[in-house]
């Protein structure tokens, strides 16, 4: 009697574990890993990061697998110019990107050699010090580093590699209405809403970027030599707050 009690105790501890677990995952925060550079120098490759399911609401997005349980948007809270968003690739309404968001609904974006335009005006940018990133291959790759000002103040750094790249000329849109433009800050190395990505659905939103609780540089050490792991882990970079 005391072994099938132990066992039944055991597996009701376990449900309410993984009960709670979705509860959280769900409806207040949920991990993410950033897979690629689209994001630097704000976000790197191997930093782990919270995001806010709560901020804009909650959609089908923000359960387990997209389960189609909620219908449009509730207790909807319209993100700002700025944010940093964790989203679903309207592509396939699945794979889990990370971007900023540039254009809010009725707004008119462009690009014109690599300078940024909202509704006709050019948002300023400062020069700041050169930025350097690793490729795989080991070599390092100096891009132009820049301050941005959005239109509701709103500052933060972007990359370039130059104002003549492939996407540095992007002819003007109008945001539809329930969607937003987002665009990485590593201007000439993201598919963003200038190429693939497109307009983001509000639905499609999942939460907004909060802090960094983890990360780690995939190009330092080696997993199998356990000396190098502490060489591995960006001390410096642990609980940033994400802008």
Known sequence: METKESWSDTVKTVIYAVLIAVLIRSFLFEPFKIPSGSMYPNL???????????????????LPFSMPLIS????????????????????????DFIKRIIGMPGDKIKMEKGRLFIN?????????????????FGYAERFHQYEETLPNGV???????????GEDNFGE?????????????????????????????FENLVG?????????DPQEGAWYKPWT???KIRWRRLFNKIK
């Open 44 to 62: 790197y490759v191997g930093d782990f990061l919270f995001v806010s399911k709560y901020t804009y609401g909650y959609s089908r997005h923000s």
């Open 72 to 95: 449009g948007r509730i207790w909807a809270d319209e993100p700002k110019v700025g944010d940093v968003v964790v989203f679903k690739y309207p592509q396939d309404n699945r794979t």
């Open 120 to 136: 006709g005006v050019e948002q300023p940018r400062k020069e700041t010090e050169n930025f350097i990133i690793r490729n795989d």
């Open 155 to 165: 500052k933060h750094t972007i990359l370039e590699i130059s104002d003549e790249e």
């Open 173 to 201: 849109v109008t945001v539809p209405e329930n969607s937003y433009f987002v665009m990485g800050d590593n201007r000439d190395r993201s598919d963003d809403s200038r190429i693939h990505v497109g307009f983001v659905p």
């Open 208 to 216: 907004k970027a909060r802090f960094l609780f983890f990360s780690y």
């Open 229 to 231: 792991w502490g060489r």
